[in-house]
T-cell receptor
Framework: KNEVEQSPQNLTAQEGEFITINCSYSVGISALHWLQQHPGGGIVSLFM???GKKKHGRLIATINIQEKHSSLHITASHPRDSAVYICAVIPGKLTFGQGTILTVHP | NAGVTQTPKFQVLKTGQSMTLQCAQDMNHNSMYWYRQDPGMGLRLIYY???????DKGEVPNGYNVSRLNKREFSLRLESAAPSQTSVYFCASNLSSYNSPLHFGNGTRLTVT
């Protein structure tokens, strides 16, 4: 079993929909990262969090340390949100989930 | 700021050839990493350097060597390339290995024939 599991693996949405991507992990962590990989391949950091909730624009990330679970929400999704979303945890070194491929149709 | 600069962007090698992937960051970060990304496998850590002068193996270090030349630069060397090393390679850095945001280079697409 992978230490970091993401769901769903693939997600298709219509523009404007509310989107949730989930990340569950099995190890104790000091922080969790959410990353976005664009269709061109570049990777950017969206959030790093160790407790509670963070918001940036239309993106919201939450984490429940006791349940070993984090969610990434996108409100009012847009085609430019189409990307691969990756969660990664730090039990010393980063361990990555497999990624969620999000496609938002106009 | 340039952030994390990775070169080259593309490379084709023949089996047995050697090459070095270069990575430099201008953010005064302490920690630097090399990852490979393969379809269906996600990102996997090859080597990392928690601070200048230190390096450590990651999940898939076989066939690779690294050098933390100074605080800015962290290179990855393939001494004798194999087709199994065909992958996309990413360099990344952060201020601290435990709890600071990651910054990634744009990746190197390597094909070994």
């Amino acid at each position: 079993k992978n230490e970091v599991e993401q769901s769903p693996q693939n997600l298709t949405a219509q523009e404007g929909e509310f989107i949730t991507i989930n990340c569950s992990y099995s190890v104790g962590i000091s922080a969790l990262h959410w990353l976005q990989q664009h269709p061109g391949g570049g990777i950017v950091s969206l959030f790093m969090l160790s407790s509670g909730k963070k918001k940036h624009g239309r993106l919201i990330a939450t984490i429940n340390i006791q349940e070993k679970h984090s969610s990434l929400h996108i409100t009012a999704s847009h085609p430019r949100d189409s990307a691969v979303y990756i969660c990664a945890v730090i039990p010393g070194k980063l361990t990555f989930g497999q990624g969620t491929i999000l496609t938002v149709h106009p | 700021n340039a952030g994390v600069t990775q070169t080259p962007k593309f490379q084709v090698l023949k089996t047995g050839q050697s090459m070095t992937l270069q990575c430099a960051q201008d953010m005064n970060h302490n920690s630097m990493y090399w990852y490979r990304q393969d379809p269906g496998m996600g990102l996997r850590l090859i080597y990392y350097s928690a601070s200048e002068g230190t390096t450590d193996k990651g999940e898939v270090p076989n066939g690779y060597n690294v050098s933390r030349l100074n605080k800015r630069e962290f290179s990855l060397r393939l001494e004798s390339a194999a087709p199994s090393q065909t992958s996309v390679y990413f360099c990344a850095s952060n201020l601290s290995s435990y709890n600071s945001p990651l910054h990634f280079g744009n990746g190197t697409r390597l094909t070994v024939t």
